[in-house]
Structure formats: structure tokens, C-alpha cells
């Protein structure tokens, strides 16, 4: 088989090279020349743009979308869109807001198929976690390419309609705010607590056989053996976000209770700002009702 990939970034380079180790044809394109030259090296055919990458695909053209979610998306279909028609497959695999691959998949011809990806830049090896969205005809004809992307047969499937990958994937991430934050509290609470404790030590303990046990703090345990105890220089800020606010968007707008997702959301917005308003007028108000002390700047 052969597919069309665009964006060859940390996860679109991963998704070539699966592809490529499975025995399939890549064709490759990335607005830098520097990532489709490294495509090309991996093996891929190297495309010098859209209309290039669609001519060398011939018919039926199969293409893996892996461009940073928003303007990128569209960008790549006002120019692709109109060299596809309804024989073709677009799969988006990027972090899109599930309503804007429903937008897209009207305005194109091509069969749109919208993959949430998990498992970061270690699927290189492991391969990843894919939900997908889209008609059924276009989700089998590119299992092969999903069977090679992800883990294997398992590691994909189809969620539903065109929408559900996305949305199911918003909803992982509103799920992966909300379990780093347990896990921030908790290591808070051990950093801080009665015992001096070796909080690489505890990651590991807990990740053998604990009911605890995962990713996030196998990622815990590279962090305190790579960063030391007291997460050494790591800052007080947490950037990101957008998915977590869709998801509890999405949460009032159904008017589902999604406290933990919110509280880890909130968290991450407080992270960036050095003086926090709120508590800096609390801490005045105390002044106000009781004459506590006021703490005030240096
Ligand atoms: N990094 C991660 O752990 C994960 C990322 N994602 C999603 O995957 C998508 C890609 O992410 P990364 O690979 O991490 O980003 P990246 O920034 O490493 O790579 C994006 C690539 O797209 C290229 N690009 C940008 N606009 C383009 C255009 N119009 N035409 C062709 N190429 C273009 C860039 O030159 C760059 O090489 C994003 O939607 C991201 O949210 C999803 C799951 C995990
Ligand atoms: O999808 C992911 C993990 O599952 C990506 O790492 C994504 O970039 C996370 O972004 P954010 O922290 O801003 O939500």
C-alpha cells in the first residue's frame, strides 16, 4: 500500500517510519525541506509540495495529515482538497477540535477520517493509540496503515462517526490532566510530608505491582531519577491546555460534572502567573475582616 504523509514533525516522523517498517510506500511532505529530507533518508519518497505529493500517489490517494492542529489543518486542505475526490481517504491524526473535522469533512470530497493519536514520541517503538472517526468503507480501507501506526490490530479502532476520534481523544486528555494531577498532589504531599522520602524510590515501588501503577508515573520515576527529588530547576509552569478546555467546555455545555479535569485545568492557567490575583487579594482581605497581618512584597 501506499500513502501520502504531511507533517513530519516528532509524531508525523514516527508515523512514516511504522509505515515504512511495515512494508508500505511513503510519500512525504513538510513545509520544512530539513524534515522531508530526514522522511526521504528513513526511506519515503520525498514530495516538493501538495500537488506533488498528490501526483505521485496516483489513484485512490490514501493521506496521513500530522501538522500542529488549527490553521496548518486547513491550510493543507484549501490546497489538497480540490486534487481528491470521493475514491480518496484524508486522515487527520493531529489534535483537532472534533467540530472543526466535522466542518472539514463537508468541505472535502475525500473520505475524512479524524484519528486521535496517543502515545507521544514513545510509539516510535511501541506504536500508538488511535480512535477513529469516519465512514466505515475508508476506516477498513486504511487498516493496514493503522495496523502499522499503532500498537497493532488493537491499537485502533473505529469510534464512531466523522467527530468521534477527536472528541474521544479531547476527552483522553481532559482524563491526562486530571491523572498528573493526582499524581502531582500526591508526590507534593510526600515532598512536604513527615518523612524524607527518595521520591524516585516511592515512582518505582509503586509502579511494580501497585493498583496505582502507569505511564504517567513510569514518567514520574524518569522525572525524579533525571531531575532529583526536588525536580531540581523544572519551573513552576505549565503551558499547554487547549484540549483540556475543550473537553470541560464540552462538559458544561452537557452539564457533566468534570470537577478533577477543571481543578487540573485551573491549576495549569494559575502556573503562569507569578503573583496570583485572587490570593494576593485575599491575603489583604484577611487584613480587612480580622487585621491579619499583611504579607507584603520585598
Ligand atoms: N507531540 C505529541 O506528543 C503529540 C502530538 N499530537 C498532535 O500531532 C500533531 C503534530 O504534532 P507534533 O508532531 O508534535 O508537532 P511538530 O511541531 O513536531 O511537527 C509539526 C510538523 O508539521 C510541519 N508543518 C506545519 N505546517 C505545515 C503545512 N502547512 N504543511 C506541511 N507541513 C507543515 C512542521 O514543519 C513540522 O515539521 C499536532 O496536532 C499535535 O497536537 C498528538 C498526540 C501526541
Ligand atoms: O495529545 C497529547 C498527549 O496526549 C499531546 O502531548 C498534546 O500536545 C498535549 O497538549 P496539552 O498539554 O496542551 O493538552
Redesign the pocket.
Known sequence: MQIGV???????QIVVNRVLDAGHDVVA????EE?TAAAAGAGATPADGLEDLADRLGEEKRIWL????GD?VD??LDELGPLLDDDDVVVD????HFEESVRRAETVEAAYLDCG?????AGAELGFSLMVGGPEWAYEAMTPVFDAVATGPDGHDRMGPVGSGHYVKMVHNGVEYALMQAYGEGFDLLANGRYDLDLESVAKTWNNGAVIRSWLLELCEEAFREEGTDLGTVADHVSGGSTGTWTVQEALEREVPVPLIYQALAERFGSRDDARFSRRLANRLRYGFGRHEIVREE
Not at 500530522?66 to 492542529?69: I, S, T, Y
Not at 491524526?93 to 483537532?96: E, F, I, L, Y
Open positions: 504531511v507533517g513530519l514533525g516528532r509524531m508525523g511532505f513538510d513545509l520544512s524534515a500530522m501538522v500542529p492542529a496548518a491550510a493543507t491524526g493531529g489534535n483537532s493519536t496517543s502515545g507521544g514520541p
